[in-house]
């Protein structure tokens, strides 16, 4: 690898497995410490399969003050922070919006939208002492077309999207750029957890006809993370093969 992260610090959320495991990975082969963190406690064999550029750290996402621990935990290890993903991110359950429990709603939103927005406002400041940063933020190509019986996902992860630009806009001036993913359907534990009759119907309407790889979402956050996006922020990327330009 060409070091395009060297000397930065990164957190990336979700990182016991999938995409958030294949940023960690690909961020640390650029040269940049990483916190990995996770609920699962699968970022700890993450840890100490890549070394000590790598530290995992336990989170609960929809718990600010444990998102405060793991931030903590980048300035204590690593003296700064320069890079967060917003990667962690459940489906939960499908149902039809009239039908939606209310608790499962609130749980999906406390994960994926509430979550999200807790990490940019505990970051941002530590950015700041920093000199600015780079945050990016995981939403879905389901904020951008109808997913049927996905209300509590779908919303949240339109909230992702409209949050990266709203904050992109009042940190740009601050040297703090922000960026979201919107990947489509991509080999994790959550796709593959999916009806193969969903799955099989997702690749069939996806152009490219496959579904990505996690590795294919970690190279678009070595981008956003690295100085060579410096001009790029408030942008929502789809990396979903073609999926929503049908």
């Not at 410490?33 to 070394?51: H, T």
């Not at 919303?155 to 990947?183: C, D, F, G």
Request: charged residues 15%.
């Amino acid at each position: 690898m060409s070091g395009r992260l060297n000397g930065k610090v990164a957190v990336v959320t979700g990182a016991g497995s999938g995409m958030g495991a294949a940023m960690v990975e690909a961020f640390c082969a650029e040269g940049a410490e990483v916190i990995a963190a996770d609920i699962s406690g699968k970022q700890n064999a993450l840890a100490e399969r890549i070394g000590s550029a790598c530290y995992p750290v336990q989170v609960d996402v929809s718990d600010g003050a444990s998102i405060q621990a793991m931030l903590a935990a980048a300035i204590k290890r690593f003296g700064r922070l320069d890079i967060l993903c917003n990667n962690a991110g459940i489906q939960g359950a499908y149902g039809k919006t009239a039908d939606y429990d209310l608790a499962e709603f609130d749980r999906v939103w406390a994960t994926n939208g509430r979550g999200v927005f807790m990490g940019m406002k505990y970051a941002i400041p530590l950015m700041l002492e920093s000199g600015g940063g780079s945050i990016i933020n995981t939403s879905s190509m389901a904020a951008l077309v109808a997913f049927p019986a996905m209300p509590a996902y779908a919303a949240s992860k339109a909230a992702v999207s409209m949050l990266t630009k709203l904050t992109a806009a009042e940190y740009a001036a601050a040297n703090i750029r922000v960026n979201a993913i919107l990947p489509g359907a991509i080999d994790t534990g959550m796709t593959q957890a999916m009806p193969s009759a969903d799955l099989a119907a997702a690749v069939k309407a996806t152009p490219i006809g496959r579904i990505g790889r996690p590795s294919e979402i970690a190279n678009l956050a070595v981008f956003f993370a690295s100085d060579e996006s410096s001009f790029v922020t408030g942008t929502l990327v789809p990396v979903d093969g073609g999926y929503t330009l049908l």
